[in-house]
């Protein structure tokens, strides 16, 4: 049977057919989809969302360790998180076999960071394979799980965006069983002490020598001859965009299998060709191992090093020309930055957020991280997942050193930020005394990577009814007393709240509590929420007055008509959060019949 699949797709298809038992990840884009559609596959695999990447890691290796074939798949910065566990387990190995997916991003569409992955592979000394389309991408998942188990080693699968979210025609097969490997205790494996860790160490050496073998003869890596006057040596996505390119023109060294690199399958390419490119995104990985062999290559000398190689870079990288395209006045062309969605329950507290004099907002990653734009200004800096609270703990710090300090801290990150490293920033502030402001904001859902069910919402991955930690009685536990939880859309709550906090000198916390807009309720919502979403507003035209303090708020069902001098609510995106109406001077703004 044969469906069209996208990249993501088509691994948890290839961790299904492979006999997978578990798997785990954290939700970050390209890489949210992979357990989305793992977890359809409930009969067979255990599929979770973990708090963070280094839980799902971890998970994955207790599953593989009680003897299952296990999988994390995570986005290219989740790595980071992950990176405790991935070297040791590099050196202790496996028994079930272990992949490891990393959605790597060239082109930075929605990451902080455009970091190459592939780098990971070389410094834990593991194996690494990289798919070029959906196809590989089944096969290859299925073909690591086979490496992991053969070489006693957890494998990379390196995805990029492109292979992530492309669809291709996947071949599907029945699933194959595997047997749970039967637990033993193995000291000298497992318990990674100094004196067993040295042993590892050589063995971690030894296999590295065995996947240099299988590298220079899998077919994975494998030459494909047109003509000898140029050679291109590629792998992944840049393979499928040289193709496109070139054609049958030149001959092609296609790299699937990538740590350690084919050196003898590259001596011999490069042989044989009068020129060689190296095409590849981000960092000169293959192209600083075939100089280290002696060979001229024209690689980051020529192409962008940084960035996604899309056909029209190459073109004009090798070219200096991109096919034709239609002439337009980009002049005429309206930009469309990305904008909270209507009736998002942080408008609220980033309209007010954004007054306050003598305030850093100290961010984090999410939906939120919009609101250093226009019309909020209201956010300093992010940095990563959940280090809002730990960076605003140590800008207070020395704000407060400074004699005549005026200047406060806020820290805001979101409910499955906090429970992803959050937590851990947030008892650092208990632990060593910071008056910040801790904003937690609570929408119920993991928002910005498309609704993914968190330790907060109650619910897991797979539909199952669970524990719904309360936020408040957590922060509570860590020793905060001063904590509020308000309604976000209620501006008077949140000024009050934002001054309380404000005028103490010791650390406090706002739980912003309201759902997404776009959160399907769950019946625990529908209960606490009932009057959510209700309503829809309007503009009273002949008592607007055209201030647009409206338009102020930065949603973007409300537009200014220039022609009337008024505003205008698109009643099909209006929600009902009643923000507009609260700060329109005159009272024009109020509730019409649904």
Request: proline content about 5%; glycine content about 6%; some cysteine.
């Amino acid at each position: 049977m044969k469906k069209l699949m996208t990249g993501n797709e088509a691994i948890a298809r290839g961790a299904y057919e492979a006999g997978v038992r578990y798997a785990s990840a954290y939700p970050g884009t390209p890489s949210t989809e992979i357990l989305e559609n793992t977890a359809l596959y409930k009969d067979n695999i255990i599929a979770e969302w973990a708090s963070n990447e280094k839980v799902a890691l971890e998970t994955a290796i207790g599953a593989s360790m009680a003897g299952a074939r296990a999988l994390a798949a995570m986005k290219h910065v989740g790595v980071n998180v992950a990176a405790d566990p991935l070297f040791t387990f590099a050196y202790t190995g496996v028994y079930g076999g272990l992949v490891l997916v990393s959605a790597d991003e060239p082109g930075q569409h929605s990451s902080q960071n455009e970091q190459d992955n592939r780098n990971y592979a070389k410094a834990a000394k593991i194996p690494m394979l990289e798919p070029s389309d959906s196809r590989e991408a089944k096969e290859f998942t299925k073909i690591a799980f086979d490496i992991s188990e053969k070489f006693d080693a957890p494998v990379l699968l390196r995805m990029t965006t492109r292979v992530c979210h492309s669809k291709g025609i996947v071949e599907c097969n029945d699933r194959e069983e595997r047997e749970i490997i039967p637990y033993k205790k193995e000291i000298g494996k497992f318990v990674v002490v100094p004196a067993v860790a040295r042993k590892l160490r050589v063995k971690v050496e030894e296999r590295q020598k065995k996947l240099l073998e299988f590298s220079n003869t899998t077919e994975l890596n494998f030459i494909e001859w047109n003509n000898t006057r140029v050679g291109v040596i590629a792998s992944g996505i840049c393979f499928s965009y040289a193709k496109e390119v070139f054609g049958d023109t030149v001959s092609y060294l296609k790299i699937g299998f990538s740590q350690p690199l084919p050196t003898e399958k590259i001596k011999e390419f490069c042989s044989k060709v009068d020129k060689v490119y190296v095409i590849e995104e981000n960092d000169p990985y293959i192209e600083e191992q075939v100089k280290m062999l002696g060979f001229n290559c024209l690689g980051k000398d020529v192409f962008p090093s940084y960035g996604e190689m899309l056909p029209e870079v190459i073109r004009k990288s090798v070219f200096g020309e991109t096919l034709p395209t239609l002439n337009y006045d980009e002049k005429e062309v309206v930009p469309r930055p990305p904008v909270l969605c209507a009736g998002c329950p942080h408008r609220g507290l980033f309209h007010q957020l954004g007054k306050r004099k003598n305030v850093m907002v100290s961010g984090d990653i999410g939906c939120y991280s919009l609101a250093f734009a226009e019309p909020y200004n209201a956010m300093d800096q992010n940095i990563c997942m959940g280090a809002s609270i730990s960076v605003g703990h140590g800008a207070q710090k020395i704000f407060d050193t400074v004699d005549d300090n005026k200047m406060r801290v806020v820290s805001v990150l979101g409910d499955s930020t906090f429970f992803h490293t959050g937590i851990n920033s947030l008892i650092n502030v208990a632990y060593n005394r910071s008056n910040t402001v801790n904003v937690i904001l609570d929408n119920r859902i993991t928002g910005m990577t498309g609704h993914q069910e968190n330790p907060g919402s109650g619910y897991t991955l797979q539909g199952a009814k669970t524990e719904e930690l309360s936020i408040e009685t957590i922060v509570r536990a860590l020793g905060f007393k001063n904590v509020a939880v308000i309604n976000p859309n209620d501006l008077t709550a949140v000024k009050n709240a934002l001054d309380w906090a404000l005028s103490l000198d010791e650390p406090s916390v706002i739980i912003t509590r309201w759902p997404c807009a776009l959160k399907k309720f769950s019946p625990e919502d529908k209960a606490e929420f009932k009057d959510a979403f209700t309503d829809k507003f309007a503009v009273d035209k002949d008592k607007c007055i055209g201030c647009k303090a409206c338009t102020k708020t930065g949603c973007p069902a409300i537009s200014y008509n220039k022609e009337i001098k008024k505003s205008i609510i698109d009643y099909n995106s209006c929600v009902g959060c009643t923000v507009c109406s609260q700060v329109c001077p005159v009272k024009a703004i109020g509730k019409v019949e649904r």
